[in-house]
């Protein structure tokens, strides 16, 4: 059995830093699908009726577009840390429709961050998220305090 090293822990979650998160090209056909399984309102399951909608086109769940982003942060550092997972999260918001075609990118931004009184070996991030189209408008925003584990615990 292989040792798991991650490359980030507690202790590179530093206030103010900032983490880019990997491009998502954002395809009907998935759009579609995921509509399909868990948010079937006609603007995510047809593209003239999406287009005959506020939405201005086939437009992805809020409920997809938060999956895409957890994939990005994800693929971002996520999946090469310590993370221990999340207690929930404090809000998400939908600004902007994620239209078939359009191309996401973002960032994770460190907020906050503290040791547990009662697990020194953990610690919590407060995370602020912002999600962009390809014409850099916020599509939509999340915050969320992440767990990590720590490098050293006596060191913080």
Known sequence: MSEYNPRYAYEDFTVGSEWPLPAKSVEASE???FASQFDPQPFHLDEAA?????????AASGWHTVSMFMRMMCDAYLLDSTSQGA???????????????????????????RVSKS????????????????HGDVVCELQNTGMFTLREPAAS
Do not use: M
Not at 119 to 134: D, E, R
């Open 31 to 33: 759009i579609i699908d």
């Open 87 to 113: 207690p929930g999260i404090d809000f998400a918001k939908w600004k902007k429709p994620v239209l078939a075609g359009d191309t996401l990118t973002g960032k994770s931004t460190v907020l906050e961050r």
């Open 119 to 134: 697990k020194p070996s953990l610690g919590f991030v407060v995370l602020h998220h912002a999600i962009f189209n390809q």
């Open 50 to 58: 999406g287009k005959a909608s506020i939405l201005g086109g086939l």
